[in-house]
């Protein structure tokens, strides 16, 4: 797949933290000289409103992290139930090992049709956010903390519309996952309302 | 209460980033001169394992960032569903303007015994981690981006134990909480092993 699909619809700027406020797992994308590759990070939040500003944690032994700081650039890729094993196995593999890793995991993505080298948006996910690095040499060394800025956010329109996540009227499948370690996640459960 | 709940028990420092693997949202507590305030914050994460350390995003606006800044710690409580109500009220009201916010929002809590001036851990949480500041004067300033060391975790054991969650054993009002927006949150939801 390479074109968007229909029901990844874009999401204001400005409601682009809501796809991170709930605390899921993301599949970080990069894309350096023809390469690509998709790693699994439990640790990220959003962190500015506006302009939407995101962190990741990206460890120095990444392959993942190493593309970013050649191109500047990231994508989150927010998974769903249906591709937990492919988020622990992105998540396991390193491309420095496995050379064909993605392939080997199944992952397969779309790119906005006018930037053709932008990182990979996985398919299958709920939500994806393509994000410029703001550079913070000390971040990055002493904390492997990586700020992106948001400059486009698109999420599936069967469990995000107006603003809002809408698990409740989507298969189970579609829900986003939270990571807890050794191959166990949650996923995103009941609604509940104040 | 001010006494440690029979079930809060200690949990070992290298297991206490699960505490926020899993994206919950936070109950942000500091003590400074014998003052004490509790905010809610979505944006939290994991920043590292030994030593093991989280990030937190406290807004320039609140009561409890002051605290923080004035005592040089934090702890991080980890509401439940029981607790959604209060989450939402002292993520609402700030204690600049609601003197009483403490107690209209009937937050109760306990601290270590030896440590009577430690930042509250607020009662019917399911897992609390007690932080000092590690000082970065750009994040906080640049990115209101604080960075803290675990000195001490504790969880309730009836929902984590053997440095894992088991939510699956306990009612639904012990299910951690992840925040949407207008008072909706998300419960921590099924299991889902790979």
Not at 92 to 121: F, I
Not at 124 to 142: F, I, K, R, S
Not at 164 to 192: D, K, N
Request: proline share 6%; aromatic share 8%; hydrophobic share 45%.
């Amino acid at each position: 797949m390479s074109i968007r699909p229909s029901f990844a619809q874009p999401v204001a700027l400005d409601k682009a933290y809501r796809l991170l406020n709930h605390g899921p797992t993301v599949l970080v994308s990069a894309r350096h000289d023809a390469q690509d590759n998709v790693m699994a990070a439990a640790w990220s939040m959003p962190l500015d409103f506006d302009p939407p500003k995101v962190a990741v944690v990206l460890d120095k032994s990444t392959w993942t992290r190493a593309l970013v700081e050649s191109s500047g650039r990231f994508a989150l890729s927010v998974p769903t139930v249906g591709l937990a094993a492919m988020t622990v196995g992105v998540g396991t593999d390193s491309a420095r090992q496995v050379a064909d890793k993605l392939a080997r995991h199944g992952v397969h993505g779309w790119r906005p049709e006018d930037d053709p080298d932008a990182p990979l948006l996985v398919a299958g996910c709920a939500a994806w956010l393509l994000c410029d690095v703001c550079v913070e040499p000390h971040n990055q060394q002493a904390h492997d903390l990586f700020i992106g800025v948001v400059r486009a956010a698109w999420a599936d329109e069967r469990v995000f519309s107006g603003g809002r996540w809408h698990f409740e009227q989507a298969p189970q499948a579609l829900r986003t996952l939270h990571y807890v370690a050794g191959g166990q996640f949650y996923a995103t459960g009941e609604s509940v309302r104040v």
